[in-house]
DNA sequence: CTACATTATGCAAAGATTTGCAATTACAAG
DNA sequence: CTTGTAATTGCAAATCTTTGCATAATGTAG
């Protein structure tokens, strides 16, 4: 069984329909890697399927969130992006307000958090889709980036 | 001094120019309270200010972020919204992807987090504007609101 | 108060994202 | 394989958000 195949199976088991479009879309994404945006797989997804429309898109990719094969972030203003869902290794995003540079964060830290907030507030945070804005080492480093503004 | 004119003031000293536009959208925001979108901003700042432009707005909003007076998150795939900072409680952000509800999150809670992600990859999570997704306590108990999707 | 450098605004256009609706299609059941 | 229902798609239009540029305004220094 391909990858593709093998994610269609997990996207039929969450109760989607498993159609050609989300099919493409999802080697698509599989066979990219990495961080991608929605214009990307598009532009990619329709040499294949010329008929694509990107609504379709939009609405397949937040379909692949809700069935929890791809997480989602949008850094900084730019375009949303998502990447699909390392099971091997999950883990949640860290992305920089300065460079836009995304990390990894290692679920383990998560899991302690989440058990306090959901012991407060009764509140499941989503540990896998989990996308935090901060500032990363370097920048947290280089004192020009924020404090003051006075350049 | 006004609330108006200490936010005003606020912003000057983080080397933000103080405009009519920008003292006006921070008094509007200020007496309206709680959680806003551009659009509610826009139309009752604009009947002081009938010049007011909605790019404006979106640049003033992105200022104010920056500068720390607000806080922004983007509820679901609705338009963002935002609230002023409260200085007296410092909290981030529950927002519940099934009901949209948004309740305040202890930065306390967040403080050891914090911490710990900075130790293990040197990243600075922003504490205050700090949005996290998820399910609030009474859809958690809902069962029917997510797994399987098979309701 | 005046002049200056820089930042902010308005406007219009572009880009990103969502939505309503009719036609099509996937999947389950017979 | 045929039938029926509910989900999905494409399309077009509506929203939301960002951006380039010329003009106007702010805050600083003389």
Same mark, same amino acid.
């Given at each position: 069984?391909?990858?593709?195949?093998?994610? =269609? /199976? /997990?996207? *039929?088991?969450?109760?989607?329909?498993?159609?050609? /479009?989300?099919?493409?879309?999802?080697?698509?994404?599989?066979?990219?890697?990495?961080?991608?945006?929605?214009?990307?797989?598009?532009?990619? &997804?329709?040499?294949?399927?010329?008929?694509?429309?990107? &609504?379709?898109?939009?609405?397949?990719? %937040?379909?692949? *969130?809700? &069935?929890?094969?791809? %997480?989602?972030? &949008?850094?900084? @203003?730019?375009?949303?992006?998502? =990447?699909?869902? %390392?099971?091997?290794?999950?883990?949640?995003?860290?992305?920089?307000? @300065?460079?836009?540079?995304? @990390?990894?964060? %290692?679920?383990?830290?998560?899991?302690?958090?989440?058990?306090?907030? @959901?012991?407060?507030?009764?509140? /499941?945070?989503?540990?896998?889709?989990?996308?935090?804005?901060?500032?990363?080492?370097?920048?947290?480093?280089?004192?020009?980036?924020?404090?003051?503004?006075?350049?």
């Amino acid at each position: 069984m391909s990858c593709g195949e093998r994610l =269609a /199976q /997990q996207l *039929r088991e969450k109760g989607y329909r498993v159609t050609p /479009q989300r099919t493409i879309l999802l080697e698509t994404i599989a066979h990219k890697g990495g961080h991608l945006s929605v214009q990307t797989v598009y532009q990619d &997804a329709r040499e294949r399927l010329p008929g694509l429309n990107l &609504a379709t898109v939009y609405r397949t990719v %937040d379909s692949l *969130r809700d &069935a929890g094969l791809i %997480d989602c972030y &949008a850094p900084g @203003s730019e375009p949303m992006q998502f =990447a699909l869902r %390392d099971l091997e290794n999950p883990h949640g995003h860290l992305v920089c307000r @300065s460079c836009g540079e995304v @990390s990894d964060l %290692d679920l383990e830290l998560v899991e302690a958090f989440r058990q306090r907030v @959901s012991g407060a507030n009764g509140f /499941q945070i989503e540990g896998n889709h989990l996308t935090l804005e901060g500032l990363c080492a370097v920048c947290a480093a280089d004192d020009r980036v924020k404090p003051g503004r006075g350049g």
